[in-house]
């Protein structure tokens, strides 16, 4: 029975790094959509969403089942819980990553990214993308290290979103309200994205040292929070 | 024992009232300073976010002392796990009524919101706090009825979204790209606030009626997730 249990337990896990997966596929594919305009590209990550939902669903069902059937205590039972948050922080990844591809669709045949912002936005998906990657491989190595790692990785995405406010209010800026309007929700996509992220493996964190780690993995208490606004 | 176990599960649900009384009250005082200018009203919200942050902390806390020490099951264990997913909501809707109030702070002395859209933004921060007075609501009377007019009126909430975007992109807009950026951040705090009302709404659907409705609460499914972006 116990066997099962765990059995079940790992499973969830393999589903998280799989909504992990796709995720971070969909935030890159969302990127290269929207820099280079790519109608049929932008429409597959919309549509990939689904996937997601479905997968975040069918984890949560999972999970309840087994909370009612197996009635964990102590680790198991914060593993069960923990994976309940993580999907939660999955699904909205994705969502972010939809948000980008829908501007994307919005703005075809036009790209919504200026030229010289190009080089920023494009970091800024590669970034999302790595630290979705990392913080897959954070829920499979359960290596605190490596969670901790990404809020350092995650200053990176800070200052991108700052440079691309400073390149907005720049007195040089030609591009017209609405560009900046597509950039400002751009840069906040990617930053929340990020935060998704950084929160996953804060929450591995949480299961493997049992240290509450919210103050680190939510806006309000994030030394990042600052950049979430034009600073 | 299981007394004491249905006073926590009400003292838990306390808690979540006190979280939205807490977050309602933060989202119309933010919009109070930004509208003024107040930068006293300003910084007590941004203050007052740590009481929402312990709350939430505390709830979580005494939600898994429950699951681990009681194992409920069937409609207990929803109500639980439900109460976790709603706690995270009104934290998060903190977090965006802090940002409100900190783009009121940093465009201190001078006002965010140009006086032309100062009765979108009133408007759009009214509503934003009688959704959160009405998802409190729902979760003491555990209405149905009630939790699904919430959607209904979140539409308002895209409507004005979409007024806001409108307004921003009229060629007669001659307020420049800070405001505009300034303008496009608080639609979306407002917007986002007001999914994660209609979320915590939505849940208490779930709970007395079992009927999943993430479809329902989460962006990527929303009908208004498209006025997210600029529409």
Redesign the interface.
């Known amino acids: 029975m116990r066997d099962a249990y765990h059995e079940e337990l790992d499973s969830i896990g393999e589903g998280l790094v799989e909504m992990a997966r796709l995720v971070g596929s969909a935030i890159g594919r969302a990127t290269t959509a929207i820099l280079d305009a790519d109608l049929k590209l932008a429409e597959s990550v919309i549509a990939a ?1 689904t996937k ?2 479905d997968l ?2 069918d984890l949560e ?1 999972r999970a ?1 089942a087994l ?2 059937r197996q ?1 964990p ?2 680790t198991d ?2 593993i069960v ?1 923990t994976s ?2 993580m999907s ?1 922080d999955l ?2 990844s ?2 972010l990553a ?2 980008v591809a ?2 994307a669709r ?1 703005r075809f045949p036009e790209t919504a990214v200026p030229r010289d912002l190009h080089a920023t936005i494009l970091e800024m998906g590669q970034l999302a993308q790595r630290l979705m990657a990392k913080a897959a491989e954070v829920i499979i190595t359960k290596d605190v290290d490596l969670a901790l790692q990404l809020e350092h990785d995650d200053d990176a995405m800070d200052l991108l979103h700052r440079a691309l ?1 400073q390149h ?2 720049d007195d040089r ?1 030609q591009h017209g ?2 560009t ?3 950039v ?2 751009l840069g ?1 996509y990617y930053e929340r994205f990020a935060d998704h992220a950084v929160s996953v493996a804060k929450r591995v964190v949480y299961l493997v040292t049992g240290e ?1 780690a ?2 680190l993995t ?4 994030r030394p990042g ?2 950049q ?4």
């Open positions: 969403d997601v939902d975040q669903r069902a309840i909370l009612a009635q205590v102590a039972l914060r819980v309940l948050r939660a699904e909205r994705g969502d939809q948000h829908k501007l919005l406010f907005l209010m800026w309200i609405e900046a309007v597509d400002t929700l906040r509450h919210d103050e939510q806006d309000g208490g929070a600052g979430t606004e034009p600073a």
